[in-house]
Structures are given as structure tokens and as C-alpha cells.
């Protein structure tokens, strides 16, 4: 798929439909099963999750107490980029921190960390550890971790996904490049 909006590319739709087929119902039994893992191994479990809300996908970061119960749910307030073509946005309702005993958490995703006033709200609630999981590894990234630890006076955890092009899924086109494999 060269292009996001690919129109009537069948290729494209048929990724869309994957992508939507596959994503997450909170609740729902995927979530479900996440708050079961992180009651099994007595872990705070975060997860990034592609949400599906009715014909709308959220990007997603769900966290579960160690009693399996979901104790944060925060939809990316505003989709980055080429993301709003598929992603919808969040309402701002869970700009706020979770009492996980060992500290204060809360969460943004990826380029949400660039908004000062959601970060606000988190340092605002008594923020101490901040959730920062991306798709960014760059220099420019860690640079800005390191300026919102000093700023918010908080722990910052900031975890990137990456993924070899032989455990992507079938039927996935993937850019090209030997350093993929």
C-alpha cells in the first residue's frame, strides 16, 4: 500500500478491515484477558492497544492493576499526523493519574508528550510516574524524556515497539530494506 488513503485500492481496504478486525473492545474479552494476565502475575500491566469504538479505531493506552481490574483507559487525544486518516481522537477524560501505591501514574501517547497543557493536567493530579510509550526512538525523542523528567520532577517511562519484517503479519505490505529483515 504506497498511500493511506488509498480509495478503492483493494489492498488498502482490506488492511483497514484487518486493522479494525483486530483491534481491541473496551470492555470487551481482548481486555479481558489483559486485566486476567496482569492479576495472574500480580503486575501494573500498560498496554498500547488499536481500540474499536463502534466504525471508529482509538490509539489506546490501557492500564490494569494488579488485581485485574482496568484502572486507566486513554484514548490519544489527537491523532499525529497521516494518523488522522484512520484514527479517531480522545476527549480528555482520563488526563489523570492512577494511585498504583508506589506512585502516581499517568500516560500519553507518542507525540501527545509535545502537548504542555496535557502534560499539565498530569503534573496538576500529582504525577509521578509518566507513561510515554511511541513509535519514536530518536535522539530528538530522548532528548524530550529527559526535559519532561526535569520539568514534571517525575520518572519517565517511554517504551518503543520495534518488530523484524519476519514476524509481521502475512499480507501486511512493509517498506523495503534490507536492515527490515
Not at 474479552?29 to 486485566?35: E, K, N, T, V, Y
Not at 469504538?53 to 499526523?81: E, S
Not at 479517531?88 to 501517547?109: E, K, P, R, Y
Not at 518503543?160 to 514476524?167: K, L, N, T, W, Y
Request: with cysteine.
Amino acid at each position: 500500500v504506497r498511500h493511506l488513503a488509498a480509495g478503492a485500492d483493494p489492498a488498502a481496504k482490506a488492511t483497514f478491515a484487518r486493522l479494525m478486525r483486530e483491534a481491541v473492545e473496551v470492555p470487551g474479552p481482548a481486555c479481558d484477558r489483559l486485566g486476567e494476565t496482569a492479576k495472574r502475575h500480580g503486575v501494573w500491566l500498560a498496554v498500547g492497544a488499536n481500540e474499536r469504538l463502534g466504525g471508529t479505531l482509538h490509539n489506546t493506552l490501557l492500564l490494569h492493576g494488579p488485581d485485574g481490574v482496568l484502572r486507566r483507559h486513554h484514548r490519544k487525544l489527537m491523532p499525529t499526523n497521516h494518523e488522522r486518516l484512520v484514527w479517531g481522537m480522545g476527549d480528555g477524560s482520563s488526563l489523570h493519574t492512577v494511585d498504583a501505591g508506589f506512585g502516581n501514574v499517568g500516560g500519553l501517547i507518542c507525540w501527545e508528550m509535545n502537548m504542555p497543557l496535557a502534560r499539565f493536567a498530569l503534573y496538576q493530579d500529582g504525577l509521578e510516574i509518566l507513561l510515554a510509550p511511541t513509535a519514536d526512538d530518536s535522539d530528538a525523542w530522548h532528548d524530550s524524556m529527559r526535559h519532561i523528567a526535569r520539568e514534571a520532577r517525575a520518572y519517565v517511562l517511554t517504551s518503543v515497539v520495534f518488530q523484524r519484517a519476519s514476524s509481521h503479519p502475512d499480507g501486511v505490505p512493509l517498506a523495503g530494506g534490507d536492515d527490515l529483515m
